[in-house]
């Protein structure tokens, strides 16, 4: 699924891929409180249009013990090859805290460890409160999460109000 305005290109994307459908609800979601941009299933799409964008979301759900979700996994080396130097990008990982406690939101860890080193302005980070009961993640760096986390299988209850709160934070950044 792609919904490109030509008319806003340098403007805002999410780029998403979504094995169950979470991610793509969560990302559809993000959009809707931020308000009109752009949603990019890489899975259709891949990721090179990422180019065409100053601002970049990336959507990324954890799978296995700390894998990334597999259209991301494919499209990891064309991922790599991005110029981030000139973007903003925030960032969201799904992780099940429960069943795999150790290695919570760990893609969303490994994005970011990518992007680090890209120079890229990552903003966005989401604090880790009690309210979490993982063991564990990468997406972890100086207490703080690198993106917004969230579990859809133990607390999707909380999602809606964690959007909304994170999508506050980053829409001066981003928008």
Same mark, same amino acid.
């Given at each position: ?42 899975? #259709? +799409?891949?990721? %090179? ?6 601002? *970049?979301? /990336? ?5 296995? &013990? !700390? ?9 990891? #080396? +064309?991922?790599? %090859? ?6 903003? *990008?925030? /960032? ?5 805290? &429960? !069943? ?30 009690? &309210? ?44």
């Amino acid at each position: 699924m792609i919904y490109i305005k030509k008319e806003q290109i340098m403007a805002t994307a999410i780029f998403y891929a979504s094995s169950t459908g979470n991610t793509e609800i969560i990302s559809k979601e993000i959009a809707k409180e931020l308000g009109d941009i752009d949603l990019i299933d890489i899975a #259709d +799409n891949g990721v %090179s249009s990422i180019n065409e964008y100053t601002n *970049v979301i /990336l959507g990324v759900a954890t799978w296995g &013990e !700390g894998e990334l979700q597999d259209d991301w996994d494919e499209e990891w #080396d +064309n991922f790599k %090859s991005i110029d981030f130097s000139n973007k903003t *990008v925030a /960032l969201f990982g799904l992780g099940d805290q &429960e !069943g795999y406690g150790e290695n919570y939101v760990d893609a969303m860890g490994i994005v970011h460890e990518h992007l680090i080193n890209t120079e890229a302005n990552i903003v966005g980070k989401w604090a880790v409160t009690g &309210e979490y009961v993982h063991d564990n993640s990468r997406a972890i760096v100086d207490d703080m999460f690198v993106g917004l986390a969230l579990d859809e299988d133990n607390q999707e209850d909380l999602s809606g109000e964690r959007i909304v709160k994170w999508c506050e934070n980053i829409r001066e950044s981003i928008l």
